[in-house]
């Protein structure tokens, strides 16, 4: 399974972040569940939210409603959108695969500027 990240890698605060991560290997509606998961500089790993396999969504409550996460099962992808970016939100963001086996994409920095 291989999952890679898209998305610009700077934003303007109060901006919407999109980040798209692709899969490879496995279909993002038969296994897993399907996480977006970033760190900050000089913080641990935070969790954002999951899609699993059925649909289903799941999010950090910490983000306050701020994030959203979709699917495209077309193309085998699926999305975050966290609205309203401050510099606080700058971090490599990670999507991941979580069932049997883990997987990790390798990761794309997001800095957001003022």
């Known amino acids: 399974v291989q999952l890679q990240e898209s998305g610009p890698g700077l934003v303007q605060s109060s901006q919407t972040l999109s980040l798209t991560c692709t899969v490879s290997?496995?279909?993002?509606?038969?296994?897993?569940?399907w996480s977006w998961i970033r760190q900050s500089p000089g913080k641990g790993l935070e969790w954002l939210g999951a899609i699993g396999y059925t649909g289903s969504v799941y999010y950090n409550p910490s983000l306050k409603r701020r994030a959203s996460i979709s699917r495209d099962t077309s193309k085998n992808q699926f999305t975050l959108q966290l609205t309203a970016v401050t510099p606080e939100d700058t971090a490599v963001y990670y999507c991941?695969?979580?069932?049997?086996?883990?997987?990790w994409g390798q990761g794309t920095q997001v800095t957001v500027y003022w």
């Open positions: 290997g496995a279909s993002i509606t038969t296994d897993y569940y």
């Open positions: 991941n695969a979580q069932g049997h086996r883990d997987y």
